[in-house]
């Protein structure tokens, strides 16, 4: 069985050219809106969708709305772009259709979310993460905590920040 990758915005922009990968070779619609017009990812990528190595293609409802769940779940949905809930919920997709996929993406998030979802990430100029966090919401003022995501404290109006409440070891 070949392989199936999905391309996320920092894979083209790191320099993967999509025509050299082997096996399938995917990618969401609004990754091309994150992309400069005139730059050299476009062109890869536009050389790639004429050659047909590159296939364009929408996540379904249902694989988007586990994607945006499990985000808010670990506290990753501000970290994360629609392109990057797209790309992740395409890769679930694959995965529920029996495909052997992996994401390719330097984004700790969507490594962080792809590893609790299953898929395997690829990393192209990093080492990729160590470890899968789970985040919670805390105000720096009064020291209160929020399961969601919010922006400024409901008490005191301070501005939320992100902590680290439980991190997991992955291979």
Known sequence: MSMSFVLDTCALISG??????????YSVP????ELEREGLAQVRLEAALASGRLILRDPTPGAEEEVRRMARELGEDIALSKADLKVLALALDLKNLGKDSAIISDDYSIQNLAKRLGIGCISLTTFGISYAFDWAFYCP???R???????SCSVCGTKLRRSVIKKIKVK
């Open 30 to 33: 609004s990754v091309l809106e």
């Open 16 to 25: 993967l050219n999509p025509l050299e990968i082997r096996g399938e070779v």
């Open 145 to 151: 905590r929020f399961a969601e995501e919010r922006d």
């Open 141 to 143: 003022a009064c020291h």
